[in-house]
Nanobody, 128 residues
């Protein structure tokens, strides 16, 4: 059974940085696209970033492009989200998600409905 565990969240001031990690087990990690999503209080879950199986492709939400960087280490079955220049509006619970390979050509997607496995989330709070 797939298991995703996020870590690295916390409280940071505006302009600060955090690095989130998501360790995967119970799945063939290198065959999964990986994504990060977030959900702020009272809001729907939203896409943050995704990375392809070989890390050659990545996709970002407009709100984080240029500030956040997604990366992965297939040998460690871990995906990362480096977050810089944090803003109060980045405050949310951050979730990682895994999407199985279903086609030879599978574009990255921001749609949460396409992801198969989810972690429990880690809280990120940015103070103003």
């Amino acid at each position: 059974q797939a298991h995703l565990v996020e870590s690295g969240g916390g409280l940071v001031q505006t302009g600060g940085s955090l690095r989130l990690s998501c360790a995967a087990s119970g799945l063939f990690f290198s065959s999964n696209d990986m994504g990060w999503f977030r959900q702020a209080p009272g809001k729907e879950r939203e896409f943050v970033a995704a990375i392809g199986r070989s890390a050659l492709a990545s996709l970002y939400a407009d709100s984080v492009r240029g500030r956040f960087t997604i990366s992965r280490d297939n040998a460690k079955a871990t995906v990362y989200l480096e977050m810089n220049s944090l803003k109060p509006e980045d405050t949310a619970v951050y979730y990682c998600a895994a999407r199985k390979r279903r086609a030879i050509i599978q574009p990255l997607t921001a749609g949460s409905e396409h992801y198969d496995n989810w972690g429990q989330g880690t809280q990120v709070t940015v103070s103003s």
